[in-house]
């Protein structure tokens, strides 16, 4: 299995922030990575699919990157409705799996 | 729209079968792949496995042994069987449908959840 880490795990940080989360692949995976934020009681939100590629719907303030191994998740700058938990997913092979979160609190 | 709606018991008790079903509504269950995902209270997401419209289907190997999920395209509806659960298969339940791509291909990314359902394996 690929195994996916995210780091870190906690971030607290103020609205107007910029920032950056972290997920790296235990092997290559070109760009078959995703982006969701879920918020406490909901489903998953999708918001970047193929590493870059914005969901449609999604603020542009959200951008992903990268590619192979190492992956990040930028938010421009963070608005209320952003705290929440973060993950991403790789769809390069089977069984498909997710990183562990980061959490986004307010500071 | 398409949405997703998770359905079935609540509470199993240890050793027996969880059964859950997803209905989808706004939409048609063909030509697409449906998923279901799983989240133990307070932890990640895990995904358990897919099934295509015409009923052919993935597993997680960590799985495979007591999962089954099937199609019902008439109804709309693929349905979700964990046999012989313990206190480990608590856990928020979800249904959810793989993105679609250009030219009527498929991703094995998640574009539009259920809900979600908490099933609590407990005597």
């Known amino acids: 299995d690929i195994q996916m880490t995210q780091s870190p795990s906690f971030v607290s940080a103020s609205v107007g922030d910029r920032v950056t989360i972290t997920c790296r692949a235990s092997q290559g995976i070109s760009s078959w990575l995703a982006w969701y934020q879920q918020k406490p009681g909901k489903a998953p939100k999708f918001l970047i699919y193929t590493a870059s590629n914005l969901q449609s719907g999604v603020p542009s303030r959200f951008s992903g990157s990268g590619s192979g191994t190492d992956f990040t998740l930028t938010i421009s700058r963070l608005q209320p409705e952003d705290f929440a938990t973060y993950y991403c997913?790789?769809?390069?092979?089977?069984?498909?799996?997710f990183g562990g979160g980061t959490k986004v609190e307010i500071k | 729209q398409v949405q997703l709606q998770e359905s079935g018991p609540r509470l199993v008790k240890p050793s027996e079968t969880l059964s859950l079903t997803c209905t989808v509504s706004?939409?048609?269950?063909?030509?697409?792949?449906w998923s279901w995902i799983r989240q133990p209270p307070g932890k990640g997401l895990e995904w358990i496995g897919y099934i295509y419209y015409s009923g052919s289907t993935i597993y997680n190997p960590s799985l495979k042994s007591r999962v089954t999920i099937s199609v019902d395209t008439s109804k709309k509806q693929f349905s979700l069987k964990l046999t012989s659960v313990t206190a480990a298969d608590t856990a928020v339940y979800y249904c959810?449908?793989?993105?679609?791509?250009?030219?009527?291909?498929?991703?094995?990314?998640?574009?539009?959840w259920g809900q979600g359902t908490l099933v609590t394996v407990s005597s």
């Open positions: 997913q790789q769809a390069n092979s089977f069984p498909l799996t």
């Open positions: 959810a449908r793989h993105q679609t791509a250009v030219k009527g291909t498929f991703l094995n990314f998640f574009n539009f």
């Open positions: 706004g939409g048609s269950i063909s030509p697409y792949y």
